[in-house]
T-cell receptor, first 112, second 114 residues
C-alpha cells in the first residue's frame, strides 16, 4: 500500500530560525513528489515538484531535497517568517496513477 | 490567469438538505478531484474524474454525488445521506496526460450544518 509519512506532526520555531520538515514514502513506481503550503482556511499551494532525477529544488527560502534510493524528502525553510506559519503537505504520485498519496502534513508555527 | 475556482467560500446547510459545491477550472486539465479535509486530518478523496462524463468513487464517496458534463466543471453535491458533512472541501485538477504535473487546488469551501 502506498503511504506517505511526515514528521514532525507539529513544530514551533522562533522567527528568523531555520527548520527542516521530513517526508518518507513507500509509493511505487515513483513519479514525482510535491511539497505544498496550506494556510489556515485556504487551499494548498505548490512550493516545489521533483522527479526521480532531481535531488534539490529551491523556491525562494524553501529548499526541497529528494533521495529516491532511501525514499525520503525534506523541506528546509531558511530564515523563517511569521507568514511561514502553515501546514506543509508532502504529496507523492505513482506512475500511471491518477491518485497521488498525501501525507498528513506538518503544522509549523513561527513565533515572533 | 489560469486557475481553479471554488464557490461559495462558506456554505451553511440545514439538516436534510442537499447542497452543491461548485468547482471550475480554466487550466485545460483533464482530471478533476474532490477532497474532504477535517481538522487535524489529511485530505481524503471523495470522487475523481479522468474525462468528461466519467467519474470514480474515492475513499469516502458515500453521501456525495458528482457530475462531469464539461471538462471545466466538476460540481459536488452533498446529500442528506451524508451524516457528518461539516468539513472543508477542496477541489483539485491535474494534467494527468502530462505526468500529473500541475496538480492545482482551489481555495476551498467550508460547509457547516446548522
Amino acid at each position: 500500500k502506498n503511504q506517505v509519512e511526515q514528521s514532525p506532526q507539529s513544530l514551533i520555531i522562533l522567527e528568523g530560525k531555520n527548520c527542516t520538515l521530513q517526508c518518507n514514502y513507500t509509493v511505487s513506481p515513483f513519479s514525482n513528489l510535491r511539497w505544498y503550503k496550506q494556510d489556515t482556511g485556504r487551499g494548498p499551494v505548490s512550493l516545489t515538484i521533483m522527479t526521480f532525477s532531481e535531488n534539490t529544488k529551491s523556491n525562494r527560502r524553501y529548499t526541497a531535497t529528494l533521495d529516491a534510493d532511501t525514499k525520503q524528502s525534506s523541506l528546509h525553510i531558511t530564515a523563517s517568517q511569521l507568514s511561514d506559519s502553515a501546514s506543509y503537505i508532502c504529496v507523492v504520485s505513482a506512475g500511471g496513477s491518477y491518485i497521488p498519496t498525501f501525507g498528513r502534513g506538518t503544522s509549523l508555527i513561527v513565533h515572533p | 490567469d489560469g486557475g481553479i475556482t471554488q464557490s461559495p467560500k462558506y456554505l451553511f446547510r440545514k439538516e436534510g438538505q442537499n447542497v452543491t459545491l461548485s468547482c471550475e477550472q480554466n487550466l485545460n486539465h483533464d482530471a478533476m478531484y474532490w477532497y474532504r479535509q477535517d481538522p487535524g486530518q489529511g485530505l481524503r478523496l471523495i470522487y475523481y474524474s479522468q474525462i468528461v462524463n466519467d467519474f470514480q468513487k474515492g475513499d469516502i464517496a458515500e453521501g456525495y454525488s458528482v457530475s462531469r458534463e464539461k471538462k471545466e466543471s466538476f460540481p459536488l453535491t452533498v446529500t442528506s445521506a451524508q451524516k457528518n458533512p461539516t468539513a472543508f472541501y477542496l477541489c483539485a485538477s491535474s494534467n494527468f496526460l502530462q505526468g500529473n504535473y500541475g496538480y492545482t487546488f482551489g481555495s476551498g469551501t467550508r460547509l457547516t450544518v446548522v
